[in-house]
């Protein structure tokens, strides 16, 4: 494979994190490059891989699922391959895990480079594979480290710029200030998962992404500048390198490649959905990667309950909760039959996101979520949890598609009066949800262009193509 030919086919290995929020996309991403005719090597682990979604006969032949195992590390819980299968709790010990996948990796790439006919010309990971990372610099095969989103990345504190040119400067005031606006409780949220995860695996979440960014040939970001151009441009100033965008990696608006059940009938969630009025129905899922204090779950019941909309809620078990009786609130699924419905398994999202009878999501604004929600122009009721969620938040509160819940300013709690005041207001028909609508409309032009995103696609593979052609395989770090 000559990648210095602008026709010849790049083998690109792909990396994600353990965790369902990037395993898809990344996915979505492996797809779109074997469109293009590019060999994709997809790694993970068994499990993760098994419970992917089956590929797209067009693009199967050219996508290897590689499997490594993971190690068992005791306290885990048995066959807990991705963040949804044990509790935040354990995140340490889910680190020290996959720092196991090091030693399988290492030699997975030393036999992929023993021949040229197999040999990557670029490996695509999260930043918290510093050890990936480093065994690319070590076989001579450039690495793409995949950022968070911009809102992040310029929320996060930094010296003030000492440069001279005040073009650079205005950069890290317009950072400081973002910085500033975080709330109190998720500045603390964010300091412990920086800090965190270290006492198992040695190395904090920002360690790790930091050693990983200095190793790295290139960033990319699942993002571009039409879906945050107020952050997007600062980011590469910030971080003193070229940000290369993907685009947002939306999936096909028809469902998605998920398989039909069995039997070829439709979820029960849908066929609920069939039953409800049009533009009437709030879907409610707040993501797999943390789940709610059973606290919190009832607070949410009890605000959906209050403000007599009808609604859709994927509602994964909340944390230290061991059977299903206390889920929810006593009573509250007799008292909103007929016009709720509470689902603790597995839904088909992107169907009841296209069902016309939704009318609103619910979401913790993790980005995917976001992509997905605002593919079908639905307006936002958004109670943010973790991580990059309260910035991704903010950013479509300013575009006005959606309402954040009311929160305390110290400990990020919420009410189940707050709920029903933000759920009302994006549902309840009105000016207010007029506004919304119109918000989320423009975002969904964004999202459902599917030219801007190919396009970044073909920019991402003519970036890859440019290093590989000029012999960065052999580049020392940050030499872009």
């Given at each position: 494979m000559d990648a210095r030919s602008s026709s010849s086919p790049l083998h690109i290995v792909i990396f994600p994190w353990l965790a369902f929020g990037h395993l898809l996309p990344y996915l979505e991403l492996a797809e779109r490059l074997a469109s293009r005719g590019h060999r994709v090597s997809?790694?993970?682990?068994?499990?993760?891989?098994?419970?992917?979604?089956?590929?797209?006969?067009?693009t199967a032949p050219r996508v290897d699922l590689v499997a490594l195992p993971l190690p068992r590390v005791e306290g885990l819980p048995e066959g807990a391959e991705s963040s949804h299968d044990f509790p935040d709790e354990m995140r340490e010990l889910f680190f020290k895990a996959f720092d196991g996948l090091a030693a399988p990796f290492t030699e997975f790439l030393a036999a992929a480079c023993a021949d040229e006919a197999t040999r990557p010309h670029w490996i695509v990971a999260d930043a918290f594979?510093?050890?990936?990372?480093?065994?690319?610099?070590?076989?001579k095969v450039p690495f793409a480290v995949i950022l968070p989103t911009a809102a992040m990345l310029v929320t996060v504190p930094r010296p003030p710029s000492e440069h001279a040119d005040p073009a650079v400067a205005s950069v890290f005031e317009q950072a400081a200030a973002a910085a500033r606006a975080v709330p109190r409780y998720e500045r603390e949220g964010m300091s412990t998962f920086y800090a965190g995860h270290a006492a198992s695996s040695g190395l904090s979440s920002l360690q790790r992404c930091l050693l990983t960014q200095e190793r790295c040939t290139l960033t990319v970001m699942q993002s571009c500048v039409e879906w945050e151009p107020e952050s997007f441009p600062l980011v590469a100033t910030l971080l003193g390198k070229p940000v290369v965008p993907l685009g947002l990696l939306p999936q096909s608006p028809d469902g998605g490649r998920r398989a039909p059940s069995t039997d070829g009938s439709e979820h029960a969630t849908v066929r609920w959905l069939d039953?409800?009025?049009?533009?009437?129905?709030?879907?409610?899922?707040?993501?797999?990667?943390v789940p709610l204090r059973v606290e919190q779950v009832h607070e949410l019941a009890l605000g959906l309950e209050l403000a007599g909309t009808r609604f859709l809620w994927a509602l994964r078990k909340p944390s230290g909760v061991g059977g299903g009786t206390d889920v929810l609130p006593p009573g509250f699924q007799e008292r909103t039959r007929g016009h709720g419905l509470?689902?603790?398994?597995?839904?088909?999202?992107?169907?009841?996101?296209?069902?016309?009878?939704?009318?609103?999501?619910?979401?913790h604004c993790g980005l995917n979520s976001l992509v997905e929600g605002?593919?079908?122009?639905?307006?936002?009721?958004m109670l943010p949890i973790y991580v990059d969620q309260g910035p991704n938040a903010r950013q479509m509160e300013a575009k006005k598609v959606g309402l954040q819940v009311a929160r305390d300013e110290k400990d990020g709690s919420f009410d189940r009066h707050g709920v029903a005041s933000a759920v009302r207001a994006v549902m309840v028909e009105g000016e207010a949800r007029r506004g919304f609508v119109a918000g989320a409309a423009k975002m969904q032009k964004v999202v459902a262009d599917k030219g801007l995103h190919d396009r970044y696609i073909d920019e991402f593979v003519q970036q890859l193509r440019s290093y590989t052609s000029a012999g960065s395989a052999t580049a020392a770090p940050n030499s872009s």
């Open positions: 997809y790694v993970s682990t068994p499990r993760n891989l098994a419970r992917l979604p089956p590929l797209r006969p067009a594979h510093h050890w990936a990372a480093a065994s690319a610099l070590e076989h039953a409800q009025p049009p533009g009437s129905v709030v879907y409610v899922a707040m993501g797999s990667e509470v689902n603790m398994g597995w839904v088909p999202q992107m169907n009841i996101l296209a069902h016309a009878a939704v009318g609103g999501f619910l979401t605002l593919l079908f122009g639905h307006p936002l009721i």
